[in-house]
């Protein structure tokens, strides 16, 4: 049924929480704002520019969007991201099997690429779609940008991703979505009618796909 496996980036394939996290007190302090540092977890994942302007409103937040993405590469934060354990293997897998694999993030694009060039996965994905500020901002316009390159149908596909942020853009898409739960998401609270499985580790999503998906 489906041919296509879109993965979530930060929360999915990578743990990028220390950078992130490291990076996000850089930018409240310079804006000088206090932020409960548990929060940053919920900010991992969601465009910044959406977590940045709830704090300064839009016009300061694409500064502080600039001020992020220079400070993350600088300083290396970016290289402190680490892939989760068996998902190198899982996508090994997947591919195989026959699935086509994409990666449908809200982290930006070039960052995206960056990473897993870094970790060699690049050699095992098909398509990148991700953030690009103006243009894609939002989960569903990320997953809009792959179906339209790639000439597909949302029923071709299926989002694999940790947050309410990709089941609900996969939601508005009409695509299913499969929860991982090893990410930063709020597992209790993601009840959407297009979750079809709930996968506790990377080979799950294997085991599930090549299981059902005939």
Known sequence: MYKY???DFDGT?????EGISEILELTFKHYDTEVDKSLYRNYIGPPLSETFTAYWGKEVAYEAVEYFKKNYLERKAIFKTKPYDGIIDAIKKCREAGYKIGV???KKQEDAE????YFGMDGDIDFVSGLKYKERETKKDVL???????GITASQAVMIGDTSFDVEGAEQCGMDCIVCL??????DALYQSNIIYRAERPMDVYDFLTNTDK
């Open 104 to 106: 449908a993030t809200c």
């Open 5 to 7: 496996l879109f993965f």
């Open 182 to 187: 090893w990410g930063f998401g709020d597992y």
């Open 144 to 150: 809009d940008y792959a179906l339209d390159t790639l």
């Open 13 to 17: 394939l990578c743990d990028t929480e």
């Open 114 to 117: 960056t990473l897993l060039k």
